[in-house]
């Protein structure tokens, strides 16, 4: 039997569709809801401008007064139940085999256990169930994994770059050691190369180092990463030594990656604490890169150094401050779907 080649799209490819969860009384966010639905509502509006939206909510009658901005047109509402909001790591995850998609429903095991996650795991089901994907597309079960879709980049080409500390962390599959855990991926995948950070990390993390915290591809050449220039800074060695390890990447065919640094964002506290604030966590969609901004001074910087990485694409700046009091940003709230995925 010839195997059918697998493709694990990159992120800049043309999308059907963008998934969100829309906060509620009963998540988190139940102290600072119309703080948080502000946020939420302009990520929908620049979403639903050039795409698909998904919106996942108890009560889409609720909800859609909040999106009246938004092109109707372009939204489907599902009424599902979730434990939180981080569409990014319950999400379905989209590969290509044989040029067909499938989507690969994983484990969300509340980034190893933290956090309960029994709705959040079948909410990719409910959707399939709902006819959100277009007819014929299989869902694949790999709940026998626990995977989250931030802990993962693609180049579109073959090549994943990712983080020890999250795919290797005994609160995930522990029954795998590193060796395994690559195989599995590059076969699930479709993958020729496995780029694995050991360095890198926010304070304020709940995510065991997400790689969509710390580096993100911007094209098959191209890694933007959050580069720390402050010595005093509790996060200057680790982003130095991820850096360091980022310029011995090689692509596929040898040659070295363009590196564009982003600014670490100047701090940002939440009730004492530090917060994982990062610009490393934007969304590209058609035609546009959506990139979290935090009312800092640093902000400015990071959307220009965007702009460099994205030259075709429009640069628009989200205010996710009430995001990150949560300890996470924009990329986390969504996951992407590509063409011909969507109804």
Not at 237 to 249: D, P, R
């Amino acid at each position: 039997m010839i195997q059918k080649p697998i493709i694990y799209p990159a992120e800049w490819e043309q999308q059907s569709a963008v998934q969100i969860a829309w906060p509620d009384p009963h998540t988190d966010w139940a102290n600072m809801l119309d703080e948080v639905e502000r946020c939420f509502a302009q990520i929908a509006l620049e979403i639903s401008k050039r795409q698909g939206l998904i919106v996942c909510c108890e009560t889409p009658d609720t909800v859609r007064p909040k999106l009246a901005q938004c092109r109707p047109e372009n939204i489907r509402y599902v009424a599902t139940r979730h434990n939180d909001t981080w569409a990014r790591d319950f999400g379905g995850i989209t590969i290509y085999e044989g040029g067909e998609p499938r989507i690969l429903d994983f484990t969300f095991n509340g980034w190893g256990l933290k956090f309960a996650a029994n709705h959040d795991n079948q909410i990719t089901r409910h959707l399939a169930e709902q006819g959100i994907f277009r007819s014929g597309i299989p869902l694949r079960n790999f709940k026998k994994y626990a995977l989250e879709g931030g802990s993962m980049e693609s180049d579109g080409q073959g090549t994943m770059l990712t983080t020890e500390e999250c795919l290797l962390n005994v609160n995930r599959n522990s029954w795998m050691d590193k060796n395994e855990i690559e195989q599995m991926l590059k076969d699930t995948f479709g993958l020729s190369q496995v780029l694995w950070l050991k360095n890198g990390y926010l304070a304020g993390d709940d995510t065991d180092s997400h790689i969509d915290t710390l580096a993100r591809f911007c094209s098959p050449s191209s890694i933007a990463y959050v580069k720390c220039e402050d010595e005093k800074d509790e996060h200057f060695t680790a982003l130095a030594t991820m850096e360091a390890e980022l310029k011995t990447f090689k692509q596929l065919n040898g040659a070295p990656y363009e590196l564009i640094p982003l600014p670490m964002a100047e701090a940002v506290y939440f009730e004492g604490h530090r917060l994982p604030a990062t610009y490393a966590n934007f969304l590209i969609i058609n035609g546009a890169v959506l990139v979290p901004t935090y009312q800092t001074k640093t902000d400015a910087q990071a959307l220009k150094k965007l702009q460099k990485a994205f030259p075709d694409r429009e640069i628009v700046g989200v205010d996710c401050s009430p995001l990150i009091k949560q300890h996470g940003s924009l990329h986390c709230v969504t996951m992407q779907y590509p063409n011909g995925v969507v109804n």
